[in-house]
């Protein structure tokens, strides 16, 4: 159990947690003359932290070679993530905003893959199925 203390009731922040998670909070508003017991809340799964989310990969097909560079749409994008098209790292990522990030692929097996974005704060999302390497 975290306890935070926060300067003035209308100030609140919380740290996401690690990974895409439900969590339950308890609120303890405490004031003079009442019992802490008297003054909690408890909200379950409260909050939902959601992943990123990938609407639509362009092109969605490049060489087994790699170079391919690509645009990628969605949500949840930022500074510091990664991603890959069939484990394969995508390089010299560039994020445009949270909804749209482009990067170069590199070599792969030929065949549908899987796309995996991982934020900077361990979040992951992706489209299955989401980019397809065709033989060079």
């Known amino acids: ?29 405490v004031s003079k003359g009442l019992p802490a017991a008297d003054n ?14 990938i609407e639509s990969i362009t092109p969605n097909s490049g060489l087994d070679t790699g170079g391919t560079n690509v645009g990628v ?5 930022g500074t510091g ?10 390089t010299a990522i560039s994020v445009t905003d949270s909804t749209y990030f482009t990067g170069t692929t590199t070599a792969n097996a030929p065949g549908l893959v899987d796309v995996e974005v991982v934020t900077a704060n ?15």
């Open 81 to 90: 993530m990664t991603a890959s098209f069939g484990g394969a790292a995508l």
């Open 40 to 53: 909690t809340d408890i909200a379950a799964d409260a909050l939902t932290y959601v992943g990123p989310v």
């Open 73 to 77: 749409e969605g949500e949840g994008f």
């Open 1 to 29: 159990l975290e306890v935070l203390t926060f300067p003035a009731p209308e100030a609140a922040a919380l740290a996401s947690p690690a990974a895409n998670a439900s969590v339950s909070i308890a609120v303890t508003a």
């Open 122 to 136: 361990n979040f992951t999302g992706g489209a299955q199925g989401g980019y397809t390497y065709e033989p060079s």
